[in-house]
């Protein structure tokens, strides 16, 4: 649970690095300060990269952190499809589930019970399970 809130509060931080730096890029237009023509389109380009994190990274684990703190998670049980690199994201059934990637080491073909929160797919829980259910 604390990996979830260090995560979140690392995604709210690029965020807001990221809004900041558009602001001032911005600022520098309306002073016109800006002496090279890329960067006067700057401002646009990097809003898009903000929005991408907002909506991709931000918003579902802030969105999450209510189903963290009650405990209420979703599960499914399934084979490992893959596993992603830096050992942080697992595929199974075709879903994407993202887990702390100091709690274990999971390994393609392994059966797990996830427990999960349902708009980031933040694997709180990762129990390896002998039967694979439907």
Known sequence: MVYFFIN????????????LIILRFVANNQKQ????????????????IFLFQ?????TPRIMDSVYV??????????????????NHALKIKG??????????NPKV???????????????LTLVPSTVEKG
């Not at 006067?40 to 809003?47: D, G, I, K, N």
């Not at 009650?70 to 499809?81: A, E, H, L």
């Open 54 to 58: 907002v909506l991709s990274f931000t």
């Open 69 to 86: 703190v009650k405990q209420s998670y979703q599960t499914v049980t399934g084979r490992v499809d893959e596993v992603k690199y830096m």
């Open 95 to 104: 879903e994407t589930y993202y887990y702390n990637p100091f709690m274990l």
């Open 8 to 19: 979140l509060c690392l995604h709210l931080l690029v965020s807001v690095v990221l809004l």
């Open 109 to 123: 073909g392994d059966i797990y019970d996830v427990s999960y929160t349902p708009h980031a797919h933040y694997a």
């Open 33 to 48: 300060k800006t002496k090279k023509g890329i960067f006067f389109l700057l401002p646009a380009v990097l809003t898009v």
